[in-house]
Nanobody
Framework: QVRLVESGGGSVQAGGSLRLSCLTS????????AGWFRQVPGKEREGVAL???????QYVDSVKGRFTITKDSAENTLYLQMNSLKPEDTAMYYC????????????????????WGQGTQVTVSS
């Protein structure tokens, strides 16, 4: 059974940092396309950072230079280091995995991912 458990969310002031963790089990993280998504009430879930099987790291423009995604295959854990946080980063953050055989370069579409964590809230105050 595949499980994803996020942790590390919280409340910080603008300019602060947080590190999100997503501990996975039941799947070999290194053989998947993984990513972090976020959602605010009333809006669609959006991709923040991707770590596909091709070993690239991809970021949405709004977080480039501030966020870093890391896939630790030995620990089966996906991380998101978030620096210089802004109030507009406030959202529920989710990790997700696409475990399909054909996954390679990743996708920004949430529908492509077949496993999700429960989410961890990030709140950034000005």
């Amino acid at each position: 059974q595949v499980r994803l458990v996020e942790s590390g969310g919280g409340s910080v002031q603008a300019g602060g940092s947080l590190r999100l963790s997503c501990l996975t089990s039941g799947v070999s993280l290194g053989s998947t396309c993984a990513g972090w998504f976020r959602q605010v009430p009333g809006k669609e879930r959006e991709g923040v950072a991707l770590s596909p099987r091709d070993d690239s790291q991809q970021y949405v423009d709004s977080v480039k230079g501030r966020f870093t995604i890391t896939k630790d295959s030995a620990e089966n854990t996906l991380y998101l280091q978030m620096n210089s946080l802004k109030p507009e980063d406030t959202a529920m953050y989710y990790c997700a995995i696409d475990s399909s055989y054909y996954c390679w370069s990743g996708s920004w579409s949430p529908s492509q991912y077949n496993y999700w964590g429960q989410g961890t809230q990030v709140t950034v105050s000005s």
